[in-house]
Structure formats: structure tokens, C-alpha cells
């Protein structure tokens, strides 16, 4: 299994928590994005090393990709169709999208020219969550995107959502996550609020013009989320995603399973085991180096086995599986039992990783601090 990712790098207001890149239409317009995008999947496409991949996920991330005209999406898809076997049968496409920028008929047209799942960025369904998050939409606008969306056809529904932020208690997290339920998406992500540096967030947090909720109560609202969640069929299949039996997410999956991946765009990512590369996150220069045949490739590392090891067993720990011994040892020669010793016996004596005498995986209360545990495995 492995992916690609568009990254559409446009937003018509940056949340103040938000650290991804993004821009307004200002410097590069759309079209002459789309065409940057297109001459490095051009360039992308003549590497052997991705010519031998079998590619099975396409991801529009942003940014917010559903202010992106539908027919460039298009032009992508069938680009890549093209170049490489991505789009067969069973494929797994998905778009992000804000509930303002869409409505039925461009939901329709997404669906049409072969987008199969929907991302869908609520983040609450509380308006005085919303109006603290700095979002541009309102709750009603979130149902009615969520409604446009199943009356398009998509069978396939994500909904994002963020909590921990100032105010939030657990009964008003509990009427939010009821709501979803009665939605009822195919998958559900909830975030923990995060303070990233660089945001608008950050600079209030320094300021003192910012107090969030206590560790105490962050930790309810995450426990009130798995119990609710997985007492309604969800499976909490990695720390922050939950899904209906069959509808993880593939592309996300391949992430934390450490696998091949390319990234297109302005500061897109890509990883060819050993080889990792990131693009620059400078818009401009992204458009004026692809479509001038230049690399717009601003970092490189390869990395060596050890490296992958420890990466693959990081990633792995994120989700409800974890890692095996036994395929840790085929992948990459190495024994995480004999490797890791000391630390994985101290986590399974204070109960915070389980094993079943192959697999090692994080316990609720694991889970709860994934952070510092994830840390000692690095």
C-alpha cells in the first residue's frame, strides 16, 4: 500500500491554532498552482524507484482543498490515472473540505470525477467552540454540508473534530459527540487543542491572554470521547481516530505503518524507503522551480535501517494494534524485545503497554500519555 498527497495550500482564513501552510490566492493563482503541481508529477513520475510502487490512495489535504476549482481536482486525477496504476478499482480518494466551501452541486461534481471519500472539518458542533477556534462556519453550516455530502453519493464520510479548548466541560463535549452519532459518519477524528508554535495561539498563550482547560479535565473529555464512541461501534484504531468496521482511513494507515509515500506540492512531504525529501514551503518559489524543471526539494536525509526501525516502531505505537515482534524482525532484521529491553519492561510493569508474546501495543492509560511513552522509544 502506498499514497499520494496533493497539497492545496489555500485558505480563505488561517485558524489561529493552524501551523500548516497555507496562503490567500494572492501570490499564485489556482490555475498557475495547477500547473506546478502537474509539471512535478511529470518530473515525480520518471523516478524508477516510484514507477515500481503500486499506488492505491490519492489525498487532497490543505490548506482547504474544497476551495480548489473541481475541474483542476480533475486535472490531478487524471493525471495520475495515467502515470501511475493509482486510480483501479477499490482505490481510496478523499478531499478535505470546510462546511462553507461546499454545497451539493460541487459536492456532486467531486463525487462524479471519482473522489470516493470526504473529510469533512467541523471541529465543533458548539458555536461558541467555532467562534473560539476562529472558524468562518456556524454548526448548522456544518449539518448541512454533512447532509450535501450523503445526498452527493459519498458513502465514505470523515468529520474532524477539536476539543479541549477554554469553556469546554464534558456535558457540552458529550452533546457534540452525541450529535456526530446521530449523523452517523463512517469515521471520526478528535483532536486535542494543541499549541503549535508560529500561530496566533502561541502568541496569545505567551501573552498570558490564554488559559486552557487543566491536564485533569482534557484527559475527561478524551476518556468521555473512546467510551462514547467505541460504546457506538466505533473502533479507536489509533489515538485520535475512530471508524466504523471497514473504514479506516488506508491513506493515514499507510503513514503509521511507515510506508512509501509522495507529496506534491508547496512544502509537501514524500518517503522512498530509505529516502525522505521535503518541498519548500515558500509558494512562489514552489511554482517558479517545478515549472522551470528545477527540483523545489529543500531537505533530504536517507535514512538508515536502525532509523526506519525506531521510526516504524514509533508510528506503529500510535495505533490500536501496534507493532509485532515477528514483522519487525522480517522488515527489518532487528528484534524490538531484545532492542529495546529495559524500557519495554518498565512501561509493561506500570501497565502502559500490553504484549501478547508477538504484538506490543498501548494500553488505555498508555494512550492517555502516548506523547511521553512514544518519546522512549524513539
Same mark, same amino acid.
Not at 533530504?300 to 514509533?314: I, Q
Given at each position: ?8 495550500p ?8 493552524c501551523?500548516f ?11 498557475e498552482y495547477?500547473?506546478?503541481?502537474l @509539471? ?10 516510484v514507477?515500481?510502487i503500486d ?7 490543505g490548506?482547504?482543498?474544497?476551495i480548489?476549482p ?10 495520475s490515472?495515467? $502515470?501511475f ?15 462553507e466551501?461546499?454545497?451539493?452541486e ?16 467541523f471541529?465543533?458542533?458548539?458555536d461558541?467552540?467555532l467562534?473560539?477556534?476562529?472558524r ?15 445526498? @452527493?453519493?459519498? @458513502? ?5 473534530l477539536?476539543y ?22 463512517e469515521?471520526?477524528? #478528535?483532536?486535542?487543542?494543541?499549541i ?22 482534557? $484527559?475527561a473529555l478524551?476518556d $468521555?470521547?473512546?467510551?462514547?464512541l467505541?460504546?457506538h ?5 489509533e489515538?485520535s481516530?475512530?471508524a466504523?468496521p ?8 499507510n ?10 506540492? #508547496? ?9 525522505r ?10 511554482r517558479?522551480a517545478?515549472?522551470s ?6 531537505f ?12 516504524t ?31 519495554m519492561?518498565l ?14 501495543y498501548?494500553?488505555?492509560q498508555?494512550?492517555n ?5 512514544m518519546?522512549?522509544?524513539?
Amino acid at each position: 500500500m502506498a499514497g499520494l498527497y496533493f497539497h492545496i495550500p489555500y485558505c480563505r482564513r488561517r485558524c489561529p491554532y493552524c501551523s500548516f501552510v497555507s496562503f490567500d490566492a494572492h501570490q499564485v493563482s489556482p490555475y498557475e498552482y495547477l500547473s506546478a503541481l502537474l @509539471a512535478e508529477l511529470e518530473t515525480v513520475s520518471r523516478i524508477p524507484e516510484v514507477c515500481a510502487i503500486d499506488w492505491d490512495t490519492i489525498y487532497f489535504g490543505g490548506g482547504t482543498p474544497s476551495i480548489f476549482p473541481p475541474g483542476h481536482i480533475r486535472a490531478l486525477m487524471d493525471r495520475s490515472s495515467v $502515470l501511475f496504476p493509482v486510480l483501479k478499482s477499490g482505490a481510496e480518494v478523499t478531499l478535505e473540505a470546510n462546511p462553507e466551501s461546499v454545497d451539493l452541486e460541487r459536492l456532486c461534481i467531486l463525487r462524479d470525477i471519482g473522489v470516493n471519500r470526504i473529510s469533512l472539518g467541523f471541529q465543533s458542533l458548539d458555536d461558541t467552540g467555532l467562534a473560539f477556534l476562529g472558524r468562518i462556519h456556524t454548526a448548522l453550516d456544518a449539518l448541512h454540508a454533512y447532509e450535501a455530502a450523503r445526498k @452527493a453519493g459519498f @458513502a465514505n464520510i470523515g468529520v474532524d473534530l477539536i476539543y479541549g479548548w477554554p469553556g469546554q466541560d464534558p456535558e457540552t463535549w458529550r452533546r457534540e459527540l452525541e450529535e456526530v452519532i446521530r449523523l452517523g459518519p463512517e469515521h471520526i477524528s #478528535c483532536y486535542e487543542l494543541t499549541i503549535e508554535d508560529g500561530t496566533q495561539f502561541a502568541h496569545l498563550l505567551s501573552c498570558g491572554d490564554l488559559v486552557l482547560p487543566q491536564e485533569e479535565t482534557v $484527559l475527561a473529555l478524551s476518556d $468521555l470521547a473512546d467510551s462514547l464512541l467505541t460504546e457506538h461501534g466505533y473502533e479507536h484504531y489509533e489515538i485520535s481516530n475512530f471508524a466504523r468496521p471497514g473504514f479506516r482511513s488506508r491513506h493515514n494507515m499507510n503513514y503509521w505503518s511507515n510506508g512509501a509515500y509522495i507529496g506534491l506540492g #508547496c512544502a509537501a512531504v514524500s518517503c522512498i524507503p530509505p529516502l525522505r525529501r521535503k518541498n519548500t514551503a515558500d509558494l512562489v518559489f514552489y511554482r517558479e522551480a517545478v515549472c522551470s524543471f528545477r527540483s523545489p526539494v529543500i531537505f533530504e536525509e536517507t535514512l538508515d535501517n536502525e532509523a526506519r526501525f525506531r521510526e516504524t516502531v514509533v508510528l506503529a505505537l500510535r495505533t490500536r494494534e501496534g507493532f509485532t515482534r515477528r514483522g519487525l524482525l522480517e522488515r527489518f532484521g532487528i528484534d524490538p524485545v531484545d532492542y529495546y529491553g529495559d524500557v519495554m519492561d518498565l512501561f509493561l510493569r506500570e501497565g502502559l503497554i500490553e504484549s501478547d508474546g508477538d504484538a506490543v501495543y498501548l494500553t488505555p492509560q498508555g494512550r492517555n500519555i502516548a506523547n511521553t511513552v512514544m518519546a522512549a522509544f524513539v
